[in-house]
């Protein structure tokens, strides 16, 4: 039988001959606080144990020696108790927190973890990489040096001739445990055996940790920038800072300069995004573009502490947002805000301060009517919900200065100001609900130059009544095998507002609003300030839902409503006609969710007089696991568009009877799985593909192969495509053109292969001797 040793302070104090059992424990702790691991004891093993007190321990057969969460076995080791220096012989294997390396040759001071090991394999605990080496060096318990290293995260397979898919040969290679990145030098990268990159000096993540240094580089081909040549600086400037630099090399353009910062503070957040392209050759000028983002709060003088918020968004000319159609989405758009809002509140009071300027890039193809600057603009408002009687209130005050070009708008600038009153009486109880409410709309404005009639100056008043009341019916209920609680909520909306002429008033924040099963419960048809609707109209509706009793869940949702007027409303925007139809249209909707794996979302606008569909929003996705999702929409505007839209992310091998269901991402027959992975967005009324993004992904295990095309509509009569293609190295790098974010853009519920947030970090309990 074995015999057993505890060495504790350099001597012997037991040995024993019964095996050991250990306690299960809920505070098992990853890592061993130093000021704990100085004070461990040293167990050993062994057939035969010898030794002299406080000096050396030699140990013969099936040698082992434990301490906290060091375990080295051997044939034969020795251990020397004043400089805590093992040496162990034959068949050498050390697990240190999970990390194991086997070899012929040790030698360790055991808890300092300082030594070296002779032509070792090892196995690193993060990402199951492992490899050969001719000897590592032990700097520290977080740190090492693995020379004449190979290294890899594809598994063995059984079958004679096997190699690694993929393989880096390096002179050293540097493992940081703490900073959880290795770091490569003199390095080549080969995929099936085939070299492919050299690398002089590398370094690579260990984990998701965010670390300082080079990215890998992204290459991509682009049929208006031509070949493009990316490569990335990653600065980890602090733990709530950094910054990423992607200078670009464009074939048909020049170099771009690209930056991002990002900020994290006790109480405020932001991120700014610039790029430079000193000399654009396709357009003989520089260009450039930015976007600062910011919220959070800070300090005023007088007012104290207030909220600010900053969207800056500015490029250098009209053709930016065709030309970099891939830049941050908030400057490919041809409206860009800049927007800054300061906003602070005393008592019932809340005050805002706001700037909104705009940049308009025209196009003389398809020209837009630039919208107004509003700056400055200040408000403040008044909000009580424990007024007498159960009255609640609010008050708002609102004078904003309205600038833009008056050429193109036709209408002149001006400063507009205006109150609202408004004070509501709700009455709720379990099955019911009736809020009577009244508004008082006060508006003054003030021109630059004169209107139609020949005034500089406008005003408007008018009243606005409303009753909002509902009821909410339920019953237990039963459908298809599964048992439900069904409601049944009809509502009726009513609202009187007298007419105003207000035909010579300009339009300076106002549009129609959107008919849906939001506005359609509203006392204006308008958004904005400059117009509002007459009404005397009574919305009636109803909704029935049906609502899993255990969970809560909606699994069900149908609704109908219908506005039913009792005069026609005359104020309209410019060019509008009358409204003298005594009924809406009628405004249905259904929501399925039955299970995790269908859901379907419609909305029908109905017109009853013509018996044909105004407006169709038809969507269903089909998710049945991970990695397996089908989403389509159908969208219908009557004289305006019709569109079919189809997303999916689906493995291939399902095709041929290899589900895989169990078995995760590359786990299928035959080693490696094929996803087709896409978007089509294709308009029925012009008969075309406007945007395409198709692809395919491999997963083989240890690496990732993606190829997607991108086509993209920046225009009318012109569109951007692009070719990508990425190889992931997976737990060590990815080479090519980075199409994961496209993909996430376009498709619906699109998951990453092999996503590390989803994954549990491995314990080192998990690899416990």
């Not at 990335?232 to 200078?247: G, K, S, V």
């Not at 309205?402 to 600038?413: D, M, R």
């Amino acid at each position: 039988m074995a015999a057993f040793g505890l060495l504790h302070g350099g001597q012997a104090v037991a040995q024993l001959s019964a095996p050991l059992e250990l306690a299960p424990s809920p505070m098992l702790r990853e890592d061993i606080p130093p000021e704990v691991r100085g004070k461990l004891p040293t167990f050993v093993f062994g057939d035969h144990i010898t030794g002299r007190p406080d000096l050396d321990t030699t140990v013969e057969g099936r040698a082992e020696l434990r301490r906290g969460d060091t375990v080295i076995k051997a044939d034969r080791m020795e251990y020397w108790q004043p400089d805590d220096l093992a040496k162990a012989r034959g068949n050498v294997r050390i697990n240190r927190a999970g990390n194991v390396f086997e070899g012929p040759y040790l030698e360790l001071k055991v808890d300092a973890f300082e030594g070296f090991f002779t032509q070792p394999d090892y196995r690193l605990l993060r990402n199951d990489a492992y490899g050969e080496a001719s000897r590592v060096d032990f700097l520290d318990e977080k740190r090492s040096v693995i020379r004449d290293a190979t290294y890899t995260t594809c598994q063995r397979e059984d079958y004679p001739g096997w190699m690694p898919p993929w393989l880096l040969k390096a002179a050293n290679i540097r493992i940081d445990q703490e900073e959880e990145v290795g770091m490569a030098t003199d390095a080549l990268l080969s995929f099936y055996d085939v070299p492919i990159l050299p690398i002089p000096r590398l370094s690579f993540p260990l984990t998701d940790k965010r670390k300082s240094g080079l990215l890998p580089p992204v290459f991509g081909v682009d049929s208006i920038n031509g070949i493009e040549y990316t490569q990335p600086y990653y600065w980890n400037i602090a733990p709530n800072r950094d910054a990423t630099f992607y200078p670009s090399l464009m074939s048909k353009r020049g170099i771009d300069l690209g930056a991002e910062f990002r900020y994290l503070e006790s109480d405020y957040t932001g991120e700014i995004q610039a790029n430079l392209m000193p000399t654009d050759r396709l357009r003989d000028r520089s260009r450039w573009g930015y976007n600062w983002r910011h919220s959070g709060g800070l300090t005023v003088p007088v007012i104290g502490r207030a909220a600010v918020a900053l969207n800056l968004n500015r490029v250098s000319d009209d053709d930016y947002w065709r030309d970099f159609s891939r830049a941050t989405s908030s400057l490919t758009q041809r409206l860009l805000a800049n927007d800054a809002v300061l906003q602070w509140s005393r008592g019932y009071w809340v005050y805002t301060a706001r700037a909104l300027k705009w940049q308009t890039l025209q196009d003389v193809t398809s020209p837009i009517t630039p919208p107004y600057d509003q700056a400055p603009q200040l408000v403040a408002t008044y909000l009580r919900q424990d007024l007498p009687l159960g009255l609640e209130g609010r008050f708002d005050v609102d004078t904003t200065r309205f600038e833009s070009v008056p050429g193109l708008t036709g209408q002149p600038n001006a400063q507009r100001t205006f109150m609202l009153g408004r004070i509501e009486r709700p009455w709720q109880a379990p099955g019911w609900f009736v809020t009577p409410r009244v508004q008082f709309h006060a508006t003054q404005y003030g021109f630059d130059s004169p209107l139609a009639n020949g005034r500089r100056s406008a005003s408007r008043t008018l009243p606005i009544f409303s009753l909002d009341s509902g009821l909410v019916f339920e019953r237990e209920a039963s459908f298809f095998g599964r048992s439900f609680l069904q409601t049944l909520e009809p509502r009726a909306f009513y609202v009187y507002t007298p007419f105003r002429d207000q035909s010579l008033l300009p339009l300076y924040d106002t549009g129609a609003t959107d008919f849906n099963f939001a506005t359609i419960y509203t006392e204006n048809a308008f958004s904005g300030h400059d117009r509002i609707a007459d009404n005397n109209l009574l919305t009636l509706g109803a909704t029935t839902r049906l609502i899993d009793p255990d969970t809560g869940a909606e699994a069900a949702k149908f609704g109908v409503a219908q506005r039913l007027r009792f005069k026609d409303q005359r104020v309209t925007l410019p060019g509008g006609s009358p409204v003298s139809e005594r009924l809406s249209d009628i405004m249905f909707g259904a929501t399925l969710n039955w299970n995790p794996t269908w859901s379907l979302d419609s909305t029908v606008q109905y017109n009853p007089k013509t018996r044909r569909s105004e407006r169709v929003t038809v969507g269903g996705r089909y998710n049945p696991g991970n990695y397996r999702v089908v989403s389509a929409a159908y969208r219908l505007q009557r004289g305006q568009s019709e569109q079919i839209d189809i997303g999916w992310q689906w493995p291939l091998n399902d095709l041929w009877g290899d589900r895989g269901l169990d078995l995760g991402p590359g786990r299928g027959q035959g080693g490696g799985r094929w996803y087709s992975v896409g978007r089509l967005n294709f308009s029925l009324r012009d008969r075309r593909i406007v945007d395409t993004v198709i692809g395919l992904e491999y997963d083989a295990c240890c690496w990732i192969g993606r190829v997607v095309l991108e086509r993209l509509q920046s225009s009318l009569n012109s569109s951007s495509k692009r070719i990508m293609f990425q190889l992931e190295f997976v737990g060590f790098s990815r080479l090519g053109t980075n199409p994961i974010s496209s993909l996430r853009q376009n498709i619906p519920r699109y998951q990453l292969l092999r996503d590390r947030n989803l994954v549990v970090p491995p314990s080192r309990f998990t690899n416990y001797e």
